[in-house]
């Protein structure tokens, strides 16, 4: 895995956690909003949407330099748009990452994979 790959995979992961939080507290403000005066929805609303965008935007740049099939970038996207999907999303991300740097360890140390 070169830098620039693991630089995309590491911001699509680095991002896909707030962004898996913001979901929720969107959900508590809209339920908040409803049923009390407190009415966090218009900022909570634009902080979930920033962080949505940079999810894509990250989610799309990491599918270039990876060379992913489509399978894959649409089940980060569909984790996204999920409440807490987001968290399996992160988890996976970072799974990814570490094979990454092992693979890239073990290339420049001659371990060949039987």
Request: charged share 20%; proline share 5%.
């Amino acid at each position: 895995m070169d830098i620039k790959t693991a630089s995309a995979l590491r911001r699509l992961r680095l991002v896909s956690l707030p962004e898996a939080i913001s979901f929720p507290l969107l959900l508590v403000c809209s339920w908040l909003k409803r049923n009390t005066d407190f009415n966090a929805v218009p900022v909570m609303g634009w902080v979930h949407a920033i962080l949505f965008l940079l999810f894509v935007v990250f989610l799309l740049d990491a599918w270039n330099r990876t060379k992913w099939p489509l399978k894959r970038p649409a089940l980060f996207f569909v984790l996204a748009v999920l409440p807490f999907g987001g968290f399996f999303a992160e988890r996976m991300l970072k799974r990814e990452i570490e094979a990454g740097v092992i693979a890239a360890r073990a290339r420049r140390e001659g371990v060949v994979n039987a």
